[in-house]
């Protein structure tokens, strides 16, 4: 019996001996300093500018919505997977959208209807239905303008539940995202916040987040 023991804690501090130190991942930014630059798209919103206190002012002129992009550092190669970097960009806002009342058209065509070509491939209408749909907000959660919706089952003390806050843009140094924006909108201020995730997987992370202060004119 003494000489399996022996055996045993001899065989035990054999594998402790060869058993190799785990060394230190790497940072995660392959320069040593992870940076990050978003801003609005002048594309998207022409004349965007910053004011002297910091409030950035969109002019709606159409679109509905704004583009707010952004440029990455670039990870170290031990953090990109088949040339995938483990990057990730969080979207929120704190503005939100209720819907109340939606009113629409749709088009009525006859059987026997007018055609504007030769080839007899787009009818003329009629005339038009109109709809409307009332009280929206009891059928519909309000919309972030971000793009995400809080349903009434959320369920707040379950450990994804922070993921499902907000809009994500993954796996890439140039992260783009949309934001609802309509003329109701005009003379309204709001926040922009976005957080960035160098490396979403085990190892060193860096978390890098920016916030944008709009007014819209």
Request: a negative charge; glycine letters at 4%.
């Amino acid at each position: 019996m003494l000489r399996k023991l022996a055996l045993i804690a001899g065989v035990a501090s054999f594998l402790l001996a060869c058993s190799k130190e785990e060394l230190p991942t790497p940072y995660p930014c392959l320069d040593g300093n992870c940076d990050v630059e978003f801003k609005i798209d002048p594309l998207v919103s022409p004349g965007v500018y910053q004011d002297a206190n910091s409030y950035w002012h969109i002019k709606y002129w159409g679109p509905k919505y704004f583009t707010i992009k952004g440029k990455l550092d670039e990870l170290n190669p031990q953090y990109v997977i088949n040339k995938v970097p483990l990057i990730e960009t969080q979207y929120d806002s704190d503005y939100w959208v209720v819907f109340d009342t939606i009113h629409y058209k749709v088009p009525i065509y006859s059987v026997l209807s007018w055609f504007n070509d030769q080839n007899y491939n787009t009818p003329l209408p009629v005339g038009n239905l109109e709809y409307s749909l009332t009280d929206i907000a009891q059928l519909q959660p309000p919309l972030n303008i971000a793009g995400y919706q809080i349903q009434k089952n959320f369920c707040w003390t379950c450990p994804y539940a922070k993921t499902l806050l907000g809009t994500y843009s993954k796996y890439n140094y140039n992260p783009r995202q949309q934001f609802f924006l309509d003329q109701d909108m005009v003379g309204d201020t709001l926040k922009v916040m976005t957080k960035t995730l160098f490396n979403n997987d085990v190892g060193e992370r860096v978390i890098k987040e920016t916030e944008f202060k709009i007014i819209v004119d």
